[in-house]
């Protein structure tokens, strides 16, 4: 099967691939030290008329993919990585779905809130102790899944838990499956069997939805950015993306890759080591080529696809750096584009770089990851970032 008969043939959750594009330009700032370095302007949202900046010829800019906007709470790369996993599993019967993650994690809040929507039950194991006042994504799992706490000690071991959860939640007369499993073996039910003795039929999606399954609806979206104008004209494009686990790479890279596409992916690696992504994206394309049998064995070779750099200021997964709130403060102000700090960021001051480096003749596309509820949790843990005296005057 060719990739292009695999995502025709493929369920989704979402009604349309579409999503939105924005050009930025990066124009140097004229504020007085220790002002930022740039300043940017959103070509595709401002006018000429009330002061749209940029748009000369020659301005380095880069376009942004408005995944952020896919869907009101649960968006981004989390969407996209359940498009072609949580049809699948409703259609193999599945009446409960139990994910985990941290406390604030974007991942459980979308499966909460998508299995919420399409009639499936959400269980969430997340990471430490309930908040004193929940907000951000700890908030939407709280409203649209059945939430259990598991302290950092249990959680260490995270498919035992799940596991230990999942028969919790089956009980005696019902099934636990792994979402792996129903995928590599196309495991099938009849759904009314299922409805008529009222058993439970539970899947334990891992953290991350780091499946191959979930490598499809990254393809759509390259399948449907390859279709505009935008992206047709250049046949050299430059993705960047920031990377948690690493799916959302890989699948950017296969779909450009089986598409025929001249297009790089560049990942800023933000939760792992080099020798961990490397592995991920073996293990992911290992499972590719089995969902796809020998059509694309020929277009994905055994090197790697995917182009992993560090972030400009490594450090500790989900530590936040002196000014990188306040950059995010700016980019909003000027582009009405919101950041976070911890992914997005990341993804956007690489893009930078490389639209004014030697390489411009290259489009350069950032994918906005989204995760931007994130900037609650933030808000609680870094108060005095947020304050009036540190919002100041734009």
Not at 7 to 28: F, G, N, R, Y
Not at 74 to 83: C, F, I, Q, T, Y
Not at 179 to 208: C, F, P
Request: with cysteine; charged share 20%.
């Amino acid at each position: 099967r060719t990739v292009g008969n695999i995502l025709s043939a493929t369920e989704w959750m979402l009604p349309s691939p579409a999503t939105q594009v924005h050009t930025i330009s990066v124009l140097p700032s004229h504020s007085p030290s220790p002002a930022p370095q740039f300043a940017f302007s959103n070509l595709t949202t401002a006018s000429k008329s009330s002061g749209g900046k940029g748009d000369q010829q020659g301005t380095p800019r880069f376009d942004v993919v408005r995944d952020d906007l896919l869907h009101p709470l649960a968006n981004g790369n989390k969407a996209r990585k359940l498009d072609a996993l949580l049809p699948l599993l409703r259609r193999r019967g599945a009446t409960d779905v139990i994910t985990c993650g941290g406390c604030q994690s974007a991942h459980a809040a979308a499966v909460a809130v998508h299995c919420a929507e399409w009639g499936i039950r959400p269980h969430l194991l997340l990471r430490g102790e309930q908040l004193d006042v929940p907000t951000g994504y700890n908030l939407i799992s709280l409203m649209f899944g059945n939430v259990t706490y598991a302290s950092r000690s249990v959680y260490a071991h995270r498919d035992e838990m799940l596991y230990e959860h999942a028969k919790k939640v089956a009980g005696n007369s019902g099934t636990v499956l792994w979402a792996d499993d129903i995928v590599r073996d196309n495991l099938a039910v009849d759904e009314e069997t299922v409805l008529e003795n009222d058993s439970r039929r539970v899947v334990i999606i891992k953290e991350g939805a780091g499946t191959v399954q979930a490598l499809l609806g990254v393809m759509r979206l390259v399948e449907h950015l390859s279709c505009l104008s935008s992206f047709h004209n250049d046949e050299e494009v430059h993705i960047v993306v920031d990377a948690g686990t690493g799916t959302t790479a890989v699948g950017l890279a296969l779909g450009a890759v089986c598409l025929g596409l001249h297009w790089r992916v560049t990942a800023v690696m933000l939760a792992d080591t080099l020798e961990r992504y490397q592995e991920q994206e073996k293990s992911l394309i290992s499972d590719f080529k089995g969902l796809c049998h020998e059509d694309c064995h020929h277009l994905v070779g055994t090197d790697g696809l995917v182009h992993w750099v560090d972030r400009s200021s490594p450090r500790r997964f989900g530590k936040v750096l002196g000014g990188e709130i306040a950059s995010c403060r700016q980019v909003a102000r000027q582009t009405g584009i919101l950041l976070d700090p911890v992914y997005t960021l990341a993804a956007w001051e690489q893009a930078v770089d490389l639209c004014r480096g030697d390489g411009r003749e290259a489009k350069v596309a950032m994918i906005h990851t989204g995760g931007t509820l994130g900037l609650f949790g933030l808000a609680q843990r870094y108060p005095q970032h947020f304050a009036a005296t540190a919002n100041g005057q734009a």
